[in-house]
């Protein structure tokens, strides 16, 4: 199993969870988070008076699943998440010892 994290632009998650249920993945979590990368932030024009945004805001999408589909699963993202432009996010994945659904007690893959 693997638990993949995404950071994407937040207005791209609703296409994301699209592509993903259309593979049968329907858990996962997205946070509103903020962060940059090599986009450094951007200036804006406030009143007049310029300001520096460091912190962007971005959606982070954690979605566990069995090794046969991660493949899947992380072409389905980038293809969703993908508008071309700096700033359109990352992909980590990381494994995952154990799973376990906490009302039936199910373990591993039956566990997702």
């Given at each position: 199993?693997?638990?993949?994290?995404a950071?994407?632009?937040?207005?791209?998650?609703?296409?994301?969870?699209?592509?993903?249920?259309e593979?049968?993945?329907?858990?996962?979590?997205?946070?509103?988070?903020?962060?940059?990368?090599?986009?450094?932030?951007?200036?804006?024009?406030?009143?007049?008076?310029?300001?520096?945004?460091?912190?962007?805001?971005?959606?982070?999408?954690?979605?566990?699943?069995?090794?046969?589909?991660?493949?899947?699963?992380?072409?389905?993202?980038?293809?969703?998440?993908?508008t071309?432009?700096?700033?359109?996010?990352?992909?980590?994945?990381?494994?995952?010892?154990?799973t376990?659904?906490?009302?039936t007690?199910?373990?591993?893959?039956?566990?997702?």
């Amino acid at each position: 199993m693997k638990l993949i994290t995404a950071i994407i632009k937040p207005f791209k998650s609703d296409d994301v969870r699209e592509s993903l249920q259309e593979l049968g993945i329907h858990g996962m979590t997205v946070t509103e988070v903020k962060g940059f990368g090599r986009q450094k932030g951007h200036t804006e024009l406030y009143r007049g008076a310029e300001y520096v945004i460091d912190f962007l805001p971005k959606a982070k999408i954690e979605v566990a699943v069995a090794d046969d589909v991660v493949d899947q699963a992380i072409e389905a993202i980038c293809k969703a998440a993908n508008t071309g432009q700096i700033g359109d996010g990352k992909i980590f994945v990381t494994a995952l010892e154990q799973t376990i659904r906490i009302r039936t007690g199910e373990t591993g893959n039956d566990a997702l």
